[in-house]
Structure formats: C-alpha cells, structure tokens
T-cell receptor
Framework: AQKITQTQPGMFVQEKEAVTLDCTYD???????LFWYKQPSSGEMIFLIY??????QNATEGRYSLNFQKARKSANLVISASQLGDSAMYFC??????????????FGKGTHLIIQP | GAGVSQSPSNKVTEKGKDVELRCDPI?????LYWYRQSLGQGLEFLIY????????KSGLPSDRFSAERTGGSVSTLTIQRTQQEDSAVYLC??????????FGPGTRLTVL
C-alpha cells in the first residue's frame, strides 16, 4: 500500500480561484510530520508548509493552508487566490519519526497544477 | 551559505565509472538527506545523516551506493560502477528537525 496518495495527477484551475490538492497518508505511528513541496519546471523543490501530527491547528503560510483531518488521514493543501506562478508540480510528503530519530520523507507521486489566465 | 548547494549541477558518465556528488547544507543544519528523482520511480529517499552519523541507510538501492558526511557539514554521495538505471536527479536537503527540509538544486546524473 502506498504511504502517500495523491489522487489528482493533473489539475487545471482558473486564475484567482482557490485550489485544493488532495493528499491522504497511511501510517501507524502516532508522531509524524506532513509536508507540501512545490516543484516548478526549473526543478527546484520549494518547501511550502508543514503540519505536525500533534498540532491542533491547521498550518497556514500566506496563501497556503493545510487542511489536516487526522481521523481521515488527510492533509490537503489549499491555495487561495491562485496565481499564474503557482503552476507547478506539488508533492505531499510524510516523515515518520521512529526510534527517536528523523527519517527521510516519503513522497506522493505529485499533482501537476496548471493555472489558466 | 544561504541555501543548500550541490555540485556538479550536471554529470554525464559512462557505464561502469564511479561518480561523486557533493552537497553543502545550510549552515547550522544538523540533519542532511539524499533523495533521487526519476521518471519511473518518483522521489525516493536514499540516506539520512544526523551530524556525521547515518542512522538510516535503508533507502540506498544497492551496495554500489555509499555516502559520508564530515565535520557535520558537507556530504558526498558516491555511486560505484554506475549503471544506466542510476540516471536521475540526485537531491540533497537539510533541516533543523522537526520542520521543513530545504532542498538544493540537484545534480542531474546521466549514465551512458
């Protein structure tokens, strides 16, 4: 079973609309972290937002917010007022903190978001 | 430096040769990670360093892959006897756990 599932391979959205990118995860750990990254065509991986499993409030960073629903194991990214520059691949990722250490991230397959003028 | 840097940015090599990829993390970041990104496999975790030690080597795909980190800073990823399936973008990231991992620009490796 995949640990991170992103069900939307591609999305087209009109500029200025809000966008929700889906992400569900699978873990038996109680302590874990959830991340979203943006990868434009230039290839760089840009960190957007982080949510810890014990954080009670949804994380927000400017136009980005993470809709964290722990019982559903869901960590959707919401981009408000989309801009043309938001066109990119978006990856959801999880870190499972096991054995007191911080392991590498497990990534989903990504969603290719295209913002249309 | 201000961000994670990696060198070289591109590397073309012949099958069977050894290659070394370098990562210079953000100053003060104790955790360092190597990933690779390929069309077929997506983003895969390779290895993680906390300081100079590597408690998690589970992602290394074969014993041809090794990595070291010295002085709690620069890391090198070495691939011996490269194969065509090693062609990928190799990404390095660093962090102050917990929180976001900050990625470098990557090294695009092409094995002919």
């Amino acid at each position: 079973a995949q640990k991170i599932t992103q069900t939307q391979p591609g999305m087209f959205v009109q500029e200025k609309e809000a966008v929700t990118l889906d992400c569900t995860y699978d873990t038996s750990d109680q302590s874990y972290g959830l991340f979203w990254y943006k990868q434009p065509s230039s290839g760089e991986m840009i960190f957007l937002i982080y949510q810890g499993s014990y954080d009670e409030q949804n994380a927000t960073e400017g136009r980005y917010s993470l809709n964290f629903q722990k019982a559903r194991k869901s960590a959707n990214l919401v981009i408000s007022a989309s801009q043309l520059g938001d066109s990119a691949m978006y990856f959801c990722a999880m870190r499972e903190v096991t054995g007191g250490g911080a392991d590498g991230l497990t990534f989903g397959k990504g969603t290719h978001l295209i913002i249309q003028p | 430096g201000a961000g994670v840097s990696q060198s070289p940015s591109n590397k073309v090599t012949e099958k069977g040769k050894d290659v070394e990829l370098r990562c210079d993390p953000i100053s003060g970041h104790t955790a360092l990670y190597w990933y690779r990104q390929s069309l077929g496999q997506g983003l895969e975790f390779l290895i993680y360093f906390q300081g100079n030690s590597a408690p998690d080597k589970s992602g290394l795909p074969s014993d041809r892959f090794s990595a070291e980190r010295t002085g709690g800073s620069v890391s090198t990823l070495t691939i011996q006897r490269t194969q065509q399936e090693d062609s990928a973008v190799y990404l390095c990231a660093s962090s102050l756990a917990p929180g976001g991992q900050f990625f470098g620009p990557g090294t695009r490796l092409t094995v002919l």
